[in-house]
T-cell receptor, first 111, second 114 residues
């Protein structure tokens, strides 16, 4: 996990509330990704960014938003439009080659 | 459509025995294939990858994987399993469209019995 930090480790959301998950990296990697992990479903791509100030929707972007204002940071906001947000959220970076590196994850729970 | 399949939800193996975790894929063009391991409540750790070259790829912690183009498979193997290998294993493939998107399998839980 070294070089990629995700905070908080656990996050609780009340109904109707927007919450933001932090992802910071000091690996100097250009590309960053957000995945959602649910039991038995593997990882599903929410958003990804190949470069600063640019990002693309993944397969399950509805109810989520991101920004990429700095190379080091790629925060994910879970909006109130996401009706089933309970999951384990993983941030990843990619170096110039093919390999992705993952952060330790944030578990989001709904109160 | 491009996809990755891990046909076994769980694999049980005795400590010291060889282990195999299966993965098959479907992509257009040349596949870029990966194996990751996940311990409880942790992120994924990279084990190994196949991009090109030798069909037998060696990775971290004594793991290896064999790329078989005719069978579209990329099975993960280890000659002698350890109890500490017990974890969740994911196979992934990079989409060949140039978008740098990755497709993950649903994961296989490996349980090594002492």
């Amino acid at each position: 996990d070294g070089g990629i930090t995700q905070s908080p480790k656990y996050l609780f959301r009340k109904e109707g509330q927007n919450v933001t998950l932090s992802c910071e990296q000091n690996l100097n990697h250009d590309a960053m990704y957000w995945y959602r992990q649910d039991p038995g479903q593997g990882l599903r791509l929410i958003y990804y960014s190949q470069i600063v100030n640019d990002f693309q929707k993944g397969d399950i972007a509805e109810g989520y938003s991101v920004s990429r204002e700095k190379k080091e940071s790629f925060p994910l906001t879970v909006t109130s439009a996401q009706k089933n947000p309970t999951a384990f959220y993983l941030c990843a970076t990619r170096q110039a080659g093919e390999t992705q590196y993952f952060g330790p994850g944030t578990r989001l729970l709904v109160l | 459509a491009q996809s990755v399949a891990q046909p076994e939800d769980q694999v049980n193996v005795a400590e010291g025995n060889p282990l195999t975790v299966k993965c098959t894929y479907s992509v257009s063009g040349n596949p870029y294939l990966f194996w990751y391991v996940q311990y409880p409540n942790r992120g994924l750790q990279f084990l190994l990858k196949y991009i090109t070259g030798d069909n037998l790829v060696k990775g971290s912690y004594g793991f290896e994987a064999e790329f078989n183009k005719s069978q579209t498979s990329f099975h993960l193997k280890k000659p002698s399993a350890l109890v500490s290998d017990s974890a969740l294993y994911f196979c992934a493939v990079r989409e060949s469209s140039g978008t740098y998107k990755y497709i993950f399998g649903t994961g296989t839980r490996l349980k090594v019995l002492a």
